[in-house]
Structure formats: C-alpha cells, structure tokens
C-alpha cells in the first residue's frame, strides 16, 4: 500500500474539513495505507518571493515550517489536500503552501497521485471547481504525477457542523479508501 501524506489546510478551530478529513484518514487506514497527517493550523508559512534559488539547490532560502512540510510532501506516494472553500477557491494557506513546494519540482520526488477533498457551505456541484482547476494546475508540473480525484462536501458551514453529517462522513471514509 501507499504511504500517504494528508495535509488539513483550514486554520478553523472545529473545523468541518478537518472533521471530514478525520474520517477519510480512517478510510484510508482500513484501506492498509500508512498515513500521516499534517495541519497547517499554527504552522509558520511565510510567501514564496520568487527569488528561484530552489531551482538549483532544491530547498527553499525562507526558514519556515514550509522546508519540513516539503520535506513530507517529496517523500510521501500520495498527497491528499484537504482545504475549505473561500470564495469558490482554495484557502489561501493551501495556495501559499502550493508555491513553497516549488524546490520539488526539479527533485527526484515520489509522489505520483494527488488528491483534494473540500467543504463549503454552498452546496453547488460548480463550487470546488476552481479550487480542483488550481491544485490541477500544480499537478501539471510535476510530469510523473496527476490529479486522482477529489471529493467535495457542501451545505456544511457552521462551525463543527460536519460531526453530524452522516452522509458526508460516510462519503469520507469511502473516498479515503480508494486513494492509490
């Protein structure tokens, strides 16, 4: 099986997506994936500045958690994105993370399936497809990997309202079962 890295981008206490995600991450258990978590929440994530030094020296000239985030990321089969959905896009925090990782493009990085599972209070079937078409975008660029799937989870807004959302728990566990 797979050694899978979920990264829970919501800053949220009692967050729906890191409820949701929770379940998935059982899912994927059962499934006998070896799977670590990281959140985002209370992680030190400065901005890329766009200096592309990491081209060359494949790590990053900003100190942050970012450097050990990446770290995770190029080390791991499978990458699973768990983000809100802010404005019909993904967390900020997710996008700023996106272009931290940039010193793994020109590494020998493992991953090959990467995954977005969202929530939103809207309930639209068109809502997670910016967010799907930027993670998408990331993938692109890494020619040994692609975009597996996504879930995405709507009508969930208040605070800690996913913990009785019986469906959309169910449909988390399912999905982190099918992860390669």
């Known amino acids: 099986m797979s050694k899978v890295l979920v990264i829970s981008t919501s800053l949220r206490a009692k967050s729906n997506s890191d409820i949701l995600t929770e379940k998935l991450i059982e899912g994927a258990k059962a499934s006998g994936h070896d799977v670590e978590h990281i959140s985002l929440k ?32 190029k080390n791991a089969d499978t990458l699973v994105f768990a983000t809100p959905i802010y404005y019909y896009e993904m967390s900020g925090q997710m996008k700023t993370l996106l272009d931290r990782l940039n010193p793994l493009y020109p590494s020998d990085y493992k991953f090959r399936n990467v995954y977005m599972f969202s929530v939103a209070a809207e309930d639209e079937e068109f809502v997670p497809q910016k967010a799907i078409s930027g993670l998408q975008g990331w993938v692109d660029c890494f020619e040994k990997a692609e975009f597996s799937g996504s879930l995405f989870c709507g009508g969930i807004g208040d605070m800690g309202e996913a913990s009785g959302k019986t469906e959309e728990l169910n449909e ?5 079962k099918t992860l390669k």
């Open 172 to 176: 988390a566990f399912e999905f982190g």
């Open 42 to 73: 209370g992680k030190n994530i400065g901005f890329c500045i766009g200096c592309l030094a990491c081209q060359n020296t494949q790590k990053c000239v900003i100190g942050d958690d970012a450097v050990e985030i990446a770290e995770k990321v």
